[in-house]
């Protein structure tokens, strides 16, 4: 019997347009991909990684070889989820032609079902491009990380009237290009209904709204593994960070005062008869 689970593709993600919420979660590892695949419907290999696992400012500066090797690395653990691995600054806006190349490099290397870039109205043309050589693309819309240069440039969009319509134009833009799905990110929650109402994709809002069709957040915010800065949209459902800096503490102590290692853990120890 196999009882490896069925690899979750981007049709049963875009069929899931008003239906059930999709699930996503990011993730890096492989340890990590194994330890959300059986409750994850989408994993996004983000370039949020950047941030919450290189320790940059912002998600620029990590390469298309960083995505592939941390893709590789996700691919290696998870077996449900769709794989979705980022498109990183720097690696898809130059022209069509580029764009094509490095997203048909990701799914060759890593075997992902798909890759995500940011980006609207300006965007379109691109997203065609690349669907139409055959990689599904996740679009990603509203606050994009990729264009801030610094931490304090991360702004909510679509406050103000034109603000909105922007938005509204993007994700429709994107949708029409033949994106999957879409990324709603740090928008005002009525834009992101309002763009979950009208799009015919599946949307997966972060910052956005609970009438989205799918939600995701940065692993390690939601864990308490990156505390540098925590947005209003993340709701933390465990603080892995205090609980690694206390096992660091015990382990500290127990090697100062040679509690660690025990005879129990060294090689060629008779065992004492009971
Ligand atoms: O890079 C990332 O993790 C993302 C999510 C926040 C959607 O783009």
Known sequence: MNDTPERIGVDEICARKGKDPIVCLTAYTTPMAKSLDPYCDLMLVGDSLAM????????????????????????????RACVVVDLPHG??????????????????ETGCQ??????????ADTVRAIVDAGVPVL??????PQKAEHRGA??????????????????AAITEAG??????????????????????????????SPACDGQILVTQDMVGLFSDFTPKFVKKYADLGSALSEAAKEYADDVRSRRFPGLEHC????????
């Open 52 to 79: 919450v696992v290189y320790g940059l400012e912002t998600t620029r500066g990590v390469t298309l070889e960083i995505m592939i090797a941390h893709g590789q690395a996700v691919m290696r653990g998870a077996n």
């Open 91 to 108: 690696s898809y806006e130059t022209s069509k032609h580029q764009a094509i190349a490095s997203a048909a490099h990701v799914l060759a």
């Open 114 to 123: 798909a890759v995500k870039l940011e980006g609207g109205v300006e965007m």
């Open 139 to 144: 679009g990603h819309v509203g606050l994009l």
């Open 154 to 171: 991360f702004k909510i969009q679509g406050k103000d009237d034109e603000g909105a319509k922007q938005v509204i134009a993007d994700a």
């Open 179 to 208: 994106a999957f799905a879409l990324v709603i990110e740090g928008t005002v929650e009525p834009v992101a209904r309002s763009i979950t109402e009208q799009c015919s994709i599946p949307t997966i809002g972060i910052g956005a």
């Open 267 to 274: 090689f060629g120890v008779e065992k004492p008869e009971s």
